[in-house]
């Protein structure tokens, strides 16, 4: 554990850099790993909204009615205590790289992620795929695509343009709720702020503002990166 802090004139922040940096690895290791499966998800959740198969419409919707009202705590805490109880276990997932471990506490945190944002993924691109001129998929349906095609070659390629403003905003909110993590013992950033404040009680401000700089620098890579996105893509 962090040894007392003896010298009150202590740089904690630095003198703790290794840990507060590997905390961040598994935050974005989280973000990257959910941000990825989310995406392709909610994909799928808003074809399937949009699609002429009325049951899995239906499902969808009631799907994304349903995560989207519950608190992604509640989520997650479902993936970790009461999955094991039904079958749903992830004991298999044990991977280490150097002092990184992945093991079912961090899977079962990542899946509770994914399942959360992909509600509000597929939400961000059925708005895109409403944005999308029906004659486009009328054209698509007149030179024989079946519904598949049409949604990966046509449709969701516009729709994911005009949905950036809205998906940059999902995985911005993806970043910050990997805290939540933190409170069921996934060793990320949380739970190092909240380790450090424990152990260097007198310089408790010096390290929230030190992680909040550190988020705030996050966010901004991750805004920057989406700003230059739709840039590029821009629709005239």
């Known amino acids: 554990g962090t040894q007392p802090l003896k010298d009150p004139s202590m740089n904690v922040v630095l003198d703790n850099a290794g840990d507060i940096a590997l905390a961040f690895i598994y935050t974005l290791s989280l973000f990257v790993v959910a941000g990825v499966l989310s995406l ?11 699609g002429p198969v009325a049951v899995l419409r239906k499902a969808a919707a009631v799907y994304v009615t349903l995560i989207r009202n519950t608190p992604l705590l509640i989520v997650i805490i479902f993936f970790r ?21 992945l093991n079912n506490l961090y899977a079962a945190c990542a899946v509770g992620l994914v399942v959360y944002t992909s509600s509000f993924v597929c939400e961000a691109l059925r708005s895109g795929i409403n944005a999308v001129p029906l004659g486009q998929a009328e054209a698509a349906r007149a030179i024989g695509l079946p519904f598949g095609g049409v949604m990966s070659q046509v449709i969701m390629p516009q729709a994911m343009r005009h949905a950036l403003p809205p998906l940059a905003s999902v995985q911005i909110a993806l970043l910050k709720n990997t805290t939540v993590c933190g409170a069921l013992g996934v060793f990320e950033a949380f739970a190092r702020m909240r380790g450090l ?22 966010v901004e890579v991750l805004s920057f990166v989406a700003y230059r996105l739709e840039r590029r893509w821009r629709i005239v």
């Not at 392709?40 to 949009?50: D, E, K, N, Q, T």
């Not at 205590?81 to 471990?101: E, M, N, W």
């Open 40 to 50: 392709i998800f909610g994909a799928l959740l808003a074809a399937a909204r949009v």
């Open 81 to 101: 205590f009461a999955g094991p109880k039904i079958g749903l276990t992830f004991s298999f997932v044990d991977i280490r790289v150097a002092d990184i471990r």
């Open 197 to 218: 404040t424990n152990d260097f009680a007198s310089a408790r401000t010096e390290i929230f503002l030190a992680f909040a700089l550190i988020f705030v620098v996050l």
